[in-house]
């Protein structure tokens, strides 16, 4: 898909992967709504990225853990735009706390953020992509089917968010709508708490990997990209 003039909503874009890929599809000429939690986050990435670049950018102040707010966000994008091209769930949390550990609120934010969020996002912004013959892409992980000790609520997320994208994909794929996941490994982001980890992908990798995905043209859908470090650690 050519994305000069297309409308593209990442949601979770004031930091991390996000950013990044929401400053690569300005840089491609895209129409891009910016989304986070945090006012004054994304109030400083919409300056400074409508300074930059050759699309627009507006944000939206929305918890895409709360179904009202989706709602708010897909209709302030619309409403802004007049279309919807490109949705890409990136928002995500990770709290990393064994079985034995993890409160039923740690669980609930993990779930509702990660898969509530991916699903009702997704179910809203439907009726517009229909109409561009748009494209969903969910960012997932290899722990969408890599499980780990301490990852019981960020396993179980993202293996449903992989479940759910393949099914949403088999559902959508003839009404014109292409639905792709991306499941990068450790990503040097403030998402993995402590110091910068040179061995990891960059942000920008993963955009990279977005932006290649977007490119194919309306008859081939790559519907699932894995992408990880070169040279982790040995272990
Ligand atoms: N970093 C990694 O190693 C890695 C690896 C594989 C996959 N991933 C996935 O990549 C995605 C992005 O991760 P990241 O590393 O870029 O994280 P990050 O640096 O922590 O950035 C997360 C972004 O999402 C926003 N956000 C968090 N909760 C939100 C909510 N409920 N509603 C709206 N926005 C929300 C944050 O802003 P506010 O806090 O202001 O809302 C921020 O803009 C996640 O889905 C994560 O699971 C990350």
């Not at 769930?89 to 709290?95: H, P, S, W």
């Amino acid at each position: 898909m050519g994305l000069e003039g297309k409308t593209c909503l990442v949601t979770g874009s004031s930091r991390g992967i996000g950013h990044s890929i929401a400053e690569s599809l300005c840089q491609a000429g895209a129409n891009v709504v910016v989304n986070a939690r945090n006012t004054n986050d994304v109030q400083t990435v919409v300056n400074r990225l409508n300074q930059k670049n050759s699309g627009r950018v507006f944000g939206v102040v929305a918890d895409v853990s709360r179904p009202d707010e989706c709602d708010d966000l897909i209709s302030r994008s619309v409403d802004e735009f007049g279309q919807l091209d490109v949705l890409i769930n990136n928002a995500g949390i990770g709290i990393f706390e064994s079985i034995e550990q993890l409160s039923l609120k740690n669980w609930k934010a993990q779930i509702d953020t990660n898969l509530l969020g991916v699903f009702v996002c997704s179910r809203l912004a439907i009726p517009h992509l229909l109409k561009t013959e748009g494209w969903i892409i969910n960012i997932g992980s290899l722990a969408c089917r890599n499980s780990f000790a301490g990852g019981t609520g960020y396993n179980a997320s993202k293996f449903g968010l992989l479940g759910m994208t393949e099914a949403m994909m088999l559902d959508l794929r003839s009404k014109g709508i292409r639905v792709s996941i991306v499941m990068p490994g450790s990503v040097d982001t403030s998402f993995l708490d402590g110091d910068s980890k040179k061995w990891a992908l960059t942000s920008d990798d993963v955009a990279s990997a977005t932006l290649h995905l977007l490119s194919y043209p309306r008859n081939a859908h790559p519907s699932r990209i894995e992408i990880r470090p070169s040279q982790p650690p040995s272990s």
